[in-house]
């Protein structure tokens, strides 16, 4: 089983941290000189700030909605990241690093109750640097992503899926029929790899959510859309399937002269999912103590 | 100035001259006590920090806990990881700020209710924890740092 668990809505829980007023209220963070919204707490998203929007598209809510911008602090977010890599570390033997507030943990061979663990974890990270997270379980990567997209969706949007799932979510523990309802109320841009183009296009072929594009045939999603998109919708499946798709996949690639002469486009085609974040990678210099040093006032 | 090599004939070698290497690259003389067993100096991160995960710096501003030995302008260690218990000098959370406290379990007495306070020095008012200003806190400092320069 691999373990997603990213920090929500992380930059803004850094800033939220040393700055507890901030809780509860509309909050941005934007980008170097103050040019888009690069974060954005729950009830700016619920007041329909954009991912990555332009700061003068919103700022008007500044006035008429409490809305709330910061500059964006790397330094902060680079040691708040540390921290919280840090813990999460303690509970597997594997870590994978994906971004500022992603890690894969890899949980193969580990038989505990895998939502205690989750539940366990997201406290401490939550005791000790003060940042919520969200954690999903799944025998994929790619299912794992998922898997936190819901914990992540259920916990901001109740009745979006069941309360149990909210935080902490584990596909491994749910039966079948329980897990194509979950797909069927996700929309299938959720799953990992499938953009904005990508989506529109499934969409205009009738595939809609999760379920509907495990239900296709998997040859003409091939034909159609990528290997990609052929490997991510198996890796939704069976973990098998989705290591032989490799495998083919590379097979292909070293024996095709015409791809490897271009490798730009399909390498492009496969590196990780649009970017709507930043990916910053966490920095190492700051040593862990020696975080940006907010004052505490005892007057 | 890393090898023997360095040392050209007639350099002054002593107090203001350039160190010698602590170890040298050929042996040519008897092992020394006191490089064979050298020790790791102290690290401050390690002398007064207990969990490096949760352990924060904050400035100090104002004096009211100077009781406790807190000074305008001290570095304080925040350890996250700590729950605060009666006596524990703590940051909290008051009106979405944070602040240097001291938390205080008492029992009822003359003209006080029973309960939980942060307290600073007189004449700052206690601050009493009720169910409608529940008590944060967001850490328990675990050292003062002054400076004396």
Known sequence: ?299 | MDSPDDFADGAPVGRDGPAAPPVRRTSSAFGTPGIDSTVRRHDLNDVFIRHQDATFMMRAAGSDMRGDGIDDGDTLLVDRALTAQHGSVVIAVVDGELRVRRLERAGAGRGRRAGVRLVADAPVAPIEITEDAPLEVWGVVTTVIKSLL
Not at chain 1, 12 to 37: I, T
Not at chain 1, 135 to 160: C, E, Q, Y
Not at chain 1, 179 to 203: C, I, M, P, S, Y
């Open chain 1, 1 to 299: 089983m691999y373990a997603l668990i990213d920090g929500n809505n992380f930059y803004v829980s850094c800033e939220r941290v040393f700055a507890p007023r901030l809780l509860g209220k509309p909050v941005v963070v934007l980008s170097s000189n103050d040019g888009a919204c690069i974060a954005r707490s729950n009830e700016a998203k619920d007041l329909g700030v954009k991912m990555a929007q332009p700061w003068f598209q919103v700022r008007r809510l500044e006035k008429t909605a409490g809305l709330i911008a910061v500059s964006a602090n790397h330094e902060l977010y680079g040691d708040m990241s540390a921290r919280m890599m840090a813990i999460e570390a303690r509970y597997a033997p594997r870590q994978e690093i994906y971004s500022i507030d992603e890690s894969f943990l890899d949980f193969d061979g580990v038989r505990d109750d895998l939502v205690a663990v989750g539940r366990h974890m997201r406290a401490a990270i939550l005791q000790e640097t003060g940042i919520p997270t969200s954690v999903g379980f799944g025998a994929t990567k790619t299912l794992a992503k998922l898997a936190n997209n819901i914990a992540k969706t259920a916990d901001r949007k109740p009745g979006s899926y069941p309360a149990g799932l909210a935080q902490v979510c584990d596909f491994g523990r749910l039966p079948r029929d329980e897990l194509d309802a979950l797909f069927a109320a996700t929309d299938v841009g959720a799953v990992w790899g499938v953009g904005r183009k990508t989506t529109e296009r499934l969409k205009a072929g009738g595939v809609h959510t999760v379920l509907d594009l495990l239900r296709a045939d998997i040859t003409t999603l091939r034909r159609q859309f990528s290997v990609v998109l052929e490997k991510r919708c198996a890796s939704c499946t069976a973990p098998r399937a989705c290591r032989s798709t490799m495998r083919r996949r590379h097979a292909s690639r070293s024996s095709c002269r015409a791809r490897s002469a271009r490798p730009s486009r399909r390498s492009t085609a496969s590196s990780r999912p649009s970017a709507s974040s930043p990916r910053a990678r966490p920095s190492a210099c700051a040593s862990k103590a020696a975080s940006p040093a907010p004052s505490a006032s005892t007057s």
